[in-house]
């Protein structure tokens, strides 16, 4: 196992512990609901009567839209079975499982790329190049952050899953 | 056994401190909509339970089905527990309900979490042997 080792540092002992796995699996569910709610915090606001754009603005499905692509993005990324991803083994790239698993895994990444991408667009489309002031650019704002979030949310969830695969290893032998 | 009659009893007393404080940050300001932090923190240990349950933990051959099953719920879990405090904050952002009653329910909602956890945590050891 240490042979097949990539890169020149170790990871930390403590990475390998089922704690240490749940907790990130815990964290993710957090990232996550912190990104939904960042995201139902600007609509709720922006129907409030504390909205005060002159042309109102408010929070419509165009806005929902890059934290929908964001989120299946994020359900395709982590449905995937990682451990189809190698190739190496003759049992998986016999049948095209692995060349099928990289397909989706990279639509997946793309919808999460995208959905950023969308939420860097609202923003710059709808409230900076009219030129709003802050209290309405928040709305903008909270939609690149729930995007972020949402990213960020599907990195540890990516990392802890990898982490059990490892604990497994070590259990198995 | 006394030492469980403890628990419990300090456990009750806690939670019912937590509700007092939820209860209170909504009678005071005339403003029902912070008691979505009891339901929320109640339902909040359900989906680490019921996925539990349908995960079989004797086929530890393969990793994949019964993990995801269990640490699908262990994200939902962790979604219900910020939606506890993100609620309250939402609300007092958009000015529905005050700052005082959003801090409130924030620590109301958590005593009552921490008692579900801890009452859990107390008497499943002796379910297990």
């Known amino acids: ?116 991408a969308g939420g860097v667009t609202v923003l710059v489309l709808k409230y900076v190049v009219p ?14 952050a729930s995007n972020g979030l949402v990213m960020l949310s599907s990195v540890v969830l990516w990392v802890s899953q990898n982490m059990e695969d490892e604990y497994a290893y070590n259990l198995a032998l | ?34 008691l979505l932090v009891v339901a929320t923190y109640v339902l909040a240990p359900l989906p680490n339970w019921i996925c539990g349950r349908c995960a079989n933990p004797d086929d530890f051959g393969d990793s994949g089905g019964a993990n995801a099953i269990v640490d699908f719920g262990r994200f939902c879990t962790g979604f219900l527990v910020i939606m506890g405090i993100a609620l309250p904050a ?11 009653a959003m801090i409130m329910s924030i620590i109301g909602g958590v005593l009552i979490y921490g008692t579900v956890i801890s009452f859990g945590l107390f008497f499943q050891e002796e379910q297990e042997f």
């Not at chain 1, 030129?131 to 690149?144: D, E, F, Q, R």
Request: net charge positive.
């Open chain 2, 90 to 100: 939402v609300l007092a952002h958009s000015e529905i309900i005050r700052i005082p």
């Open chain 2, 1 to 34: 056994m006394t030492a469980g009659l403890k628990t419990i009893i300090s456990l009750s007393f806690v939670l019912a401190i937590g509700f007092l404080l939820v209860i209170l940050s909504c009678a005071l300001f005339k403003q029902y909509l912070p």
């Open chain 1, 131 to 144: 030129g709003t002031v802050w209290p309405t650019l928040y709305m903008g704002v909270a939609n690149v």
């Open chain 1, 1 to 116: 196992m240490s042979e097949e080792r990539l890169w020149k540092f170790k990871k930390p002992e403590w990475m390998n512990s089922i704690m240490a796995r749940s907790a990130g699996v815990y964290a993710a569910g957090a990232l996550f609901s912190l990104a939904f709610f960042v995201m139902v915090d600007a609509a709720v606001f922006s129907h409030s009567p504390l909205n005060g754009s002159d042309p109102p603005i408010h929070i419509t499905f165009i806005d929902w839209l890059p934290l929908i692509f964001s989120s299946l993005g994020m359900l395709i990324i982590n449905s995937i079975e990682k451990t189809r991803l190698s190739a190496d083994s003759f049992s998986y790239s016999g049948s095209g499982v692995a060349w099928k698993a990289r397909v989706v895994l990279f639509l997946g990444f793309a919808s999460l790329a995208g959905g950023m």
